[in-house]
T-cell receptor, first 115, second 112 residues
Framework: AQSVTQLGSHVSVSEGALVLLRCNYS??????LFWYVQYPNQGLQLLLKYTSAATLVKGINGFEAEFKKSETSFHLTKPSAHMSDAAEYFCAVSKSSSNTGKLIFGQGTTLQVKP | DADVTQTPRNRITKTGKRIMLECSQTKGHDRMYWYRQDPGLGLRLIYY???????NKGEISDGYSVSRQAQAKFSLSLESAIPNQTALYFCATRSEGGSEQYFGPGTRLTVT
């Protein structure tokens, strides 16, 4: 069975500081991995995805993530936080070989950005 | 206009009432999904559908039913609402062969 663990339900950083949101996954088959962002009172928006191409994935708004198979991790980073990055972030996994496309989500991490 | 829309956006209902949440999409995708979001639990899959004749249960389908009226429409029903179904509900779509899902804005449901 697949699972996703996001370490830290709340992360607080100062504006301009590095953002690091942690995601570890468990999958018996090669996974597809995703990071979604949810701004207040909005739906989920895809930040970036890993689908077995380059292991370093660049997304929107200056975010990137690196797929590390040996560590079963897909951590999300951004060099310099902006106030507008305050939101909830979800890591998700699906089976690359699956036709259903079912996503398994982590618990979510709320990012607070302090001025 | 949004590609995936959900109605209503907010709903308050009483225990025991039947309620339907609706989802429509203009993306032309064949796959549609219903999730619920609870604080600290992320999103969990309720039902998913590949086409109007193909409906599948997700991990938390008890107490819910769905209807795929057309390729573009996928409705979620709570036959007899209970307070622990208070949550944020999301509809999502995906194309055959695609990898990512596209989410609607969500419906906030409160059962009193």
């Amino acid at each position: 069975a697949q699972s996703v663990t996001q370490l830290g339900s709340h992360v607080s950083v100062s504006e301009g500081a590095l953002v690091l949101l942690r995601c570890n996954y468990s999958s018996s088959v090669p996974p597809y991995l995703f990071w979604y962002v949810q701004y207040p009172n909005q739906g989920l928006q895809l930040l970036l995805k890993y689908t077995s191409a380059a292991t370093l994935v660049k997304g929107i708004n200056g975010f990137e993530a690196e797929f590390k198979k040996s560590e079963t991790s897909f951590h999300l980073t951004k060099p310099s936080a902006h106030m507008s990055d305050a939101a909830e972030y979800f890591c998700a996994v699906s089976k690359s070989s699956s036709n259903t496309g079912k996503l398994i989500f982590g618990q979510g991490t709320t990012l607070q950005v302090k001025p | 206009d949004a590609d995936v829309t959900q109605t209503p956006r907010n709903r308050i209902t009483k225990t025991g009432k039947r309620i339907m949440l609706e989802c429509s999409q203009t993306k032309g995708h064949d796959r549609m999904y219903w999730y619920r979001q609870d604080p600290g639990l992320g999103l969990r899959l309720i039902y998913y559908s590949f086409d109007v004749k193909d409906i599948n249960k997700g991990e938390i389908s008890d107490g819910y039913s769905v209807s795929r009226q057309a390729q573009a429409k996928f409705s979620l029903s709570l036959e007899s609402a209970i307070p622990n179904q208070t949550a944020l509900y999301f509809c999502a779509t995906r194309s055959e062969g695609g990898s990512e899902q596209y989410f609607g804005p969500g419906t906030r449901l409160t059962v009193t």
